[in-house]
T-cell receptor
């Protein structure tokens, strides 16, 4: 079983919809949670970073961590075609340990 | 604002050939990383360098070697390429090691081993 599981998609939604992207994980020791966005033929870029449980909002993006369920989510409000990309969740045990990445969910926003 | 630059962008090799992937960053970062990305597998860490002069193995180091040439440059070498090493290779850098230091990625090297 992988430490971090992510539905590969593809997920296709109309412009303006609310998008929900999710990851589950098996090790309760994870403390740091990240979301990276990767456009086609490009490297990943950090989108959101949270520590422990709770929500974090940045513009149209909200990251949510539920440690009791070992489940993290990324919500995108008012989705735009420019949000079409692969979204990778990532997590780490501590501030000094290496990052474990999910395999990514491919998202397509239809105009 | 180049960030992380990887060369070459594409390469085709024959089984048994060797090659070196180059990576350079201009952000004065201490830590650098090499990942490979395969369909359904996500990013897997090959080697990393927490600071200049140090290198450590990641999750999938077999068949690879690295050199941290100086603070800016971190190269990845395949001594005897195998078809299983066909992948997209990403170099990344961060100010320090750890989850609270965002990693900045290059645009990848697409490597095909025949």
């Amino acid at each position: 079983q992988k430490e971090v599981e992510q539905d590969p998609g593809p997920l296709s939604v109309p412009e303006g919809a609310i998008v929900s992207l999710n990851c589950t994980y098996s090790n309760s020791a994870f403390q740091y949670f990240m979301w990276y966005r990767q456009y086609s033929r490009k490297g990943p870029e950090l989108l959101m970073y949270t520590y422990s449980s709770g929500n974090k909002e940045d513009g149209r993006f909200t990251a949510q961590v539920d440690k009791s369920s070992k489940y993290i989510s990324l919500f995108i409000r008012d989705s735009q075609p420019s949000d079409s990309a692969t979204y990778l969740c990532a997590m780490s045990y501590s501030s000094a340990s290496k990052i474990i990445f999910g395999s990514g969910t491919r998202l397509s926003i239809r105009p | 604002n180049a960030g992380v630059t990887q060369t070459p962008k594409f390469q085709v090799l024959k089984t048994g050939q060797s090659m070196t992937l180059q990576c350079a960053q201009d952000m004065n970062h201490n830590s650098m990383y090499w990942y490979r990305q395969d369909p359904g597998m996500g990013l897997r860490l090959i080697y990393y360098s927490a600071s200049e002069g140090t290198t450590d193995k990641g999750e999938v180091p077999n068949g690879y070697n690295v050199s941290r040439l100086n603070k800016r440059e971190f190269s990845l070498r395949l001594e005897s390429a195998a078809p299983s090493q066909t992948s997209v290779y990403f170099c990344a850098s961060s100010a320090g090691q750890g989850a609270n230091q965002p990693q900045h990625f290059g645009d990848g090297t697409r490597l095909s081993i025949l």
